[in-house]
């Protein structure tokens, strides 16, 4: 047997149409250059012929026709006698090219070249894939849902490569099913036993980033930028646009008219409320906008010690927070500040109230600590919320609000 059909002696060359034919052939020859050397010592004199298309492979001997008796080298040379019985025609001076037959190796030694050569395809298509996704990381792909685990769903990309978007980087809400289509940003590529891991990312600041980039051609093409991103991903998140043309609205052009841009946004983030701000150097300014939709009164800065305390009309404490905190949590995010919400005193009363501690003997640390978030820290801050509104603004049980409401009547009745 003169020559071997690659694609069925070595069926690992079928999984690897990403890598390019010259690579290939380089691959293929080094591996049998390897193997000639460990059969004659050296591969001087020997040449490895690859056909990319048919996938054939030749491996030619040459030698120089010498005197009987002159053989110096026998890798180099061949006497003329035994060049004779090959062809007749020869004479001494010419040179003797000769078919090597694959089989002359050995059947362990072709089993050995063949595990190399799959060990040499499989680091290539390794480097191949780190490279392709090393590069594209903060780019948005489309990715088939092939498996969904309870830590993560494995996603096909359309050469067949494997992609990871684990637990702790999809939205909350997201249920995916096998088969359909999902965008997610590349976040890293990690090593896992030596083998490329491609993780994606749907709750990334980035994802929203490059959303915008898509929805908004004034960011694409530099008119606008994304200062900064912040995320509570499914619930909230917060974008500081700036305009480099006076003539364009950054926080209109990226909202759109009637909100036609940032719909299709929010409809991708599972109904994710994204406020967008016009960003500014003015800090206090800054702040300001930060904590949409709320509206503030007046405000103490602290630059030294970057904290903020923010004064605000009751029905405006709220809507400051957010539910659960995470207004006031993403504005600290994106301004860089500590920030503290207070009511503002709009008469002085004499009205008897007391400190939500004072009740942790009776109220558990973590409820009180619920409460708080949502800008109530006294008893009668809360007694003047109805237990409806209580729940909807709260992460809490209903039942618990009214255990927590009854104890605080008490306390108030029997002061009074």
């Known amino acids: 047997m003169a020559s071997i059909n690659l694609i069925e002696a070595f069926q690992e060359f079928k999984d690897a149409e990403n890598i390019d034919r010259p690579t290939m052939m380089k691959v293929v020859e080094d591996v049998f250059k390897t193997l000639l050397r460990k059969k004659y010592g050296a591969d001087d004199n020997f040449d490895v012929i690859v056909n990319a298309e048919k996938g054939d492979l030749e491996i030619i001997r040459r030698r120089m026709i010498v005197e009987d008796g002159d053989v110096n080298d026998p890798l180099a040379e061949i006497a003329y006698s035994e060049a004779a019985k090959i062809e007749p025609d020869f004479e001494v001076g010419e040179e003797l090219y000769e078919e090597v037959d694959i089989l002359d190796f050995g059947r362990r030694a072709i089993l050995a070249a063949k595990q190399t050569l799959a060990s040499r395809i499989s680091d290539l298509k390794k480097n191949v894939l780190i490279k392709k996704y090393g590069d594209r990381v903060g780019d948005i792909i489309s990715a088939e ?36 289509n999902i965008r997610s940003v590349v976040a890293r590529v990690d090593l896992k036993n030596n083998n490329p891991v491609i993780i994606l990312s749907r709750t990334s600041p980035l994802f929203l980033a490059k959303l915008l980039e898509i929805e908004v051609p004034e960011i694409f093409d530099g008119l606008i930028a994304i200062k900064k991103i ?28 009637k909100g036609s841009r940032i719909h299709g946004i929010v409809r991708e983030l599972k109904n994710e409320n994204i406020d967008v701000i016009n960003f500014t150097t003015n800090t206090q300014l800054l702040i300001q906008r930060s904590l949409t939709p709320a509206k503030i009164s007046y405000m103490e800065l602290d630059n030294d010690r970057k904290q903020a305390n923010v004064y605000l009309k009751a029905d405006q404490v709220s809507l400051a927070i957010g539910r659960r905190g995470v207004n006031i949590k993403l504005a600290c995010e994106l301004t860089g500040y500590e920030i503290d919400v207070y009511r503002e005193d709009e008469e002085i009363t004499d009205e008897f109230d007391i400190d939500l501690d004072e009740f942790s003997d009776e109220i558990e640390g973590w409820v009180i600590e619920e409460f708080k978030k949502i800008g109530c820290d006294t008893a009668r801050s809360i007694l003047k919320l109805s237990v409806a509104e209580l729940e909807r603004r709260a992460d809490l049980e209903i039942e618990t609000i009214e255990e927590v409401r009854r104890i605080l009547q008490e306390e108030i009745d029997r002061e009074d």
């Open 145 to 180: 849902v092939y498996q969904v685990w309870k830590k993560e769903v494995l996603l096909l990309d359309e050469e067949g490569n494997e992609l990871i978007l684990p637990k702790s980087e999809q939205i909350p809400t997201d249920y995916f099913k096998k088969g359909e």
């Open 230 to 257: 912040v995320r509570d991903p499914g619930d909230r998140a917060k974008v500081a646009v700036e305009s480099y043309d006076d003539r364009i609205d950054p926080v209109g052009a990226c909202v759109g008219m």
